[in-house]
Structure formats: structure tokens, C-alpha cells
């Protein structure tokens, strides 16, 4: 057990500094979120009105930018090079059907369960709360395998990230539980837990809004648990969640790449041979 240890802690030793080698030459990057979310923003207030028109206009915006995103992330994880704003204009495009083929996937059974919530208000919000649990859970990666692994299908990418959980689930949420512990040890934790991965297994991660929302909500737990005021808050959380943002996405990737295709025990091995144990 202490070997294994051992071999997690070097494992996210190394993603943490292949993240902050990524992170320096990709600070454009933190621009293009910014830029995208003001874009989607001001969009989005053109859009209300227009009913589901305007849905389906918000809709090809989010898988406009997330593709965008996920193109840039693919860039900035080999570090080859220091991203520039001729990369931000090509991104675009990148990536656009496979998000429309998982957010066209899960709508369906979100709208019956949004329905059945309407219907029977006790047992629908159960139901729907367990089921967006169940999906933040299953495809959390699924943004990795878009533009990490061959695939042919939407199904294939659910497939894939099914598979990547049940095999490194310990690895790969470990980070994550650290990250929003105030949050889920604050007096309303669980209330807040279930409203982050509902909206969070809405769209698979792929939500481009809540790309900011998990660095949003972690940042103002720890500054809540450090004691900052609101006001204090406020200031902190502009400055630091479009950083953070990119951070997590690229900590992510690399995590990603460092555990698809192998396993705990082959971790271990390769561990105790640099040591040399």
C-alpha cells in the first residue's frame, strides 16, 4: 500500500510540473477563455429572447467554444512551443460535431427526466439527481477522449471514459475531491456537491460555462475556509479563475495522458524501477 503511495504521489508530482511547463507557454490561452466567456455572455443576453431559437443558437456557441477550448489544451499540453492568437483563431471549428454528438446523446434522457420532475416533484428530483451524479461520474473524461483518443462515434467516447473510470477512478477524482473539499465541508456541502455535478453531468464537462464554474466554486471555498470577506472575494475570484481554469484543464489532460493505456500495477513496477527498490 505504501508502494502504491508512493507511486501516486510521483505520478501527480509529474503531471504537476508537465502542467505548469504547459501552463507558461500557453498563457494565451487564459486570454482566449476570457474572450470566449464575455462572447458567450453577450450572446447569451441576445439569445433569451428568441425562445428555442435562441437555445439552439446558445447550444452551437457552446460546442463552438469548447471545441475551440479542447483544441487549445491538445496544443498547449506538448509544450513544444509558446502558444500565439493565430492558434485561437484556428481552434475554432476543432472539435464541434463530437461535442453536438454527446450533448445530442444525453438530451433526450434529461428531457424525460426534466419532465418527470415537473410530473412527480419528490421522486423526479431523485431520479434526475442520481442520473446527472451517474453521468458527471462516467464521462468526467470524456473531454480527454474527445481529443485524446481515436474514435469513431459518440458511443465510442462514452465507451472509452466508462472504461477510463472504472479502471483509474482513485487516481483521477482524487484531485478533484481535494480541489472542492471546503466547498463539500461547508455547511451546505452536499447541497453544493449535487448542484455542481448536476450541472456538471448536464453536458459531460463540455459545458463551456462550467469550464469556469469548478475553478469558481473551488477558489471561493478555500477563500471562504481562509476567512476572506466578500468584498475581498470578489477581487480574488476575477483574478484568479481564468488561470485556474486553464490549470485544471491542462493538469487534467496530462493526468489523462499519463494514466490511459496503462495500470495501477504497471505504474507500480515502472515506480519501484526509477527508484531503483
Do not use: C
Not at 67 to 73: E, K, Q, S, V
Amino acid at each position: 500500500m505504501s508502494k502504491l503511495a508512493s507511486a501516486t504521489v510521483h505520478l501527480y508530482r509529474h503531471v504537476l510540473h508537465a502542467t505548469w511547463r504547459s501552463l507558461t507557454k500557453s498563457w494565451v490561452s487564459m486570454v482566449a477563455l476570457i474572450l470566449f466567456a464575455l462572447l458567450f455572455l453577450g450572446i447569451a443576453r441576445i439569445a433569451a429572447p428568441l425562445g428555442m431559437a435562441g437555445g439552439f443558437l446558445l447550444g452551437m456557441l457552446n460546442a463552438l467554444l469548447v471545441g475551440a477550448t479542447l483544441r487549445l489544451i491538445e496544443q498547449s499540453l506538448s509544450a513544444s512551443r509558446t502558444l500565439g492568437f493565430t492558434d485561437v483563431t484556428e481552434s475554432f471549428g476543432y472539435y464541434f460535431w463530437d461535442v453536438i454528438g454527446v450533448g445530442f446523446v444525453l438530451w433526450l434522457p434529461t428531457l424525460l427526466l426534466d419532465m418527470g420532475l415537473q410530473a412527480n416533484p419528490a421522486y423526479g428530483q431523485f431520479l434526475l439527481s442520481a442520473f446527472l451524479l451517474l453521468v458527471f461520474i462516467l464521462l468526467n473524461p470524456a473531454p480527454e477522449v474527445i481529443y485524446q483518443v481515436r474514435h469513431e462515434s459518440t458511443l465510442d467516447v462514452f465507451k472509452t471514459s466508462y472504461e477510463f473510470v472504472v479502471e483509474h477512478w482513485i487516481e483521477w477524482f482524487l484531485p478533484f475531491v481535494v480541489l472542492i473539499l471546503p466547498v463539500v465541508l461547508s455547511p451546505s456541502g452536499l447541497e453544493e456537491f449535487f448542484s455542481l455535478s448536476g450541472r456538471a453531468g448536464r453536458g459531460a464537462g463540455l459545458d463551456f460555462l462550467q469550464i469556469l464554474m469548478l475553478p469558481l466554486t473551488a477558489i471561493g471555498g478555500w477563500l471562504s475556509y481562509m476567512g476572506l470577506d466578500a468584498e475581498g472575494q470578489e477581487i480574488v475570484l476575477f483574478l484568479l479563475t481564468p488561470p485556474v481554469a486553464m490549470a485544471i484543464l491542462l493538469f487534467r489532460g496530462h493526468l489523462f495522458a499519463s494514466l490511459h493505456g496503462s495500470s495501477r500495477r504497471q505504474r507500480l513496477f515502472s515506480h519501484q524501477f526509477d527508484s531503483g527498490e
